[in-house]
């Protein structure tokens, strides 16, 4: 069973939005996390989102605050990104990843993260 799995991405015009689904098989406990960095072509990742499950903490990238929101349902284990005002720099493979960063100063650190899913394209054209 694939331990992360993201569902959600397209193509969308700029000032759209798009909204993504992250799950995974693991159980949260101590500093867990689960987060949304994005990788746009001939660039490096980049951290967007996460949301840490001690406090209920949510963190955004500059670059996306007050754009795009980061949430959870326990339920199902899964997080989501909604994506709003969507721009052309918003253009890369979005991937998920679940971890345990030691506190929230590490929460935007790609290397923190245990398991990753395998991206979802997401296009915005203008």
């Known amino acids: 069973q694939v331990p992360v799995v993201e569902s959600g991405g397209g193509s969308v015009q700029a000032g759209g939005s798009l909204k993504l689904s992250c799950t995974t098989t693991k159980r949260p406990f101590g500093e867990y996390a689960m987060g949304w960095f994005r990788q746009a072509r001939g660039k490096e990742r980049e951290f967007v989102a996460a949301f840490r499950w001690r406090g209920s903490g949510t963190f955004y990238a500059d670059s996306v605050e007050g754009r795009f929101t980061i949430s959870r349902d326990d339920a199902e284990n899964t997080i989501f990104l909604q994506m709003d005002s969507l721009k052309p720099e918003d253009t890369g493979v979005y991937s998920c990843?679940?971890?345990?960063?030691?506190?929230?100063?590490?929460?935007?650190?790609?290397?923190?993260?245990?398991?990753w899913g395998q991206g979802t394209q997401v296009t915005v054209v203008s």
């Open positions: 990843a679940v971890g345990w960063p030691p506190g929230p100063t590490r929460i935007h650190i790609a290397g923190e993260y245990i398991y």
